[in-house]
């Protein structure tokens, strides 16, 4: 009877040591890359606020917008990466990600009457 219990402490503490080596060594994923559009900060929508913020605010906000017409301006990027998982020298798995977001305004008088934002990251 001893003998089976050493023989499951043994094995727990193997199970053990593998999950805390192998666990330790994953790494992955490269930066995002544009591979549509323009690059801008679309963290800065929150600080939009319809009637009051002015065009040259949204241009000190996010630079010259992708398109534009006098009363519509859009922001928009289409960015990708391939992450990949590691275990040591094994590649477990590659996949592409793709992170897409459009930022469309609305002026009225050179002051933002509405817009509407929208993002997505989807793997393809």
């Not at 503490?13 to 060594?25: A, E, P, Q, R």
């Not at 939009?48 to 009363?71: R, S």
């Not at 275990?87 to 009457?113: G, H, P, S, Y």
């Amino acid at each position: 009877m001893a003998t089976n219990s050493i023989k499951l402490w043994i094995i727990i503490g193997l199970i053990n040591s593998s999950v805390g080596l192998f666990g330790g060594c994953v790494a992955s994923d490269s930066p995002f890359r544009i591979i549509d559009g323009k690059d801008y900060s679309y963290r800065n929508v929150d600080n939009i606020v319809k009637g009051k913020t002015t065009k040259q605010e949204i241009l000190d906000m996010f630079g010259d917008p992708y398109t534009k017409t006098d009363n519509r301006w859009i922001y928009y990027f289409l960015k990708e990466r391939t992450g990949k998982t590691t275990i040591w020298f094994l590649t477990l798995n590659k996949a592409r990600q793709q992170f897409r977001a459009e930022l469309e305004i609305i002026f009225r008088d050179n002051i933002v009457d509405n817009y509407i934002f929208n993002s997505k990251v989807e793997v393809i």
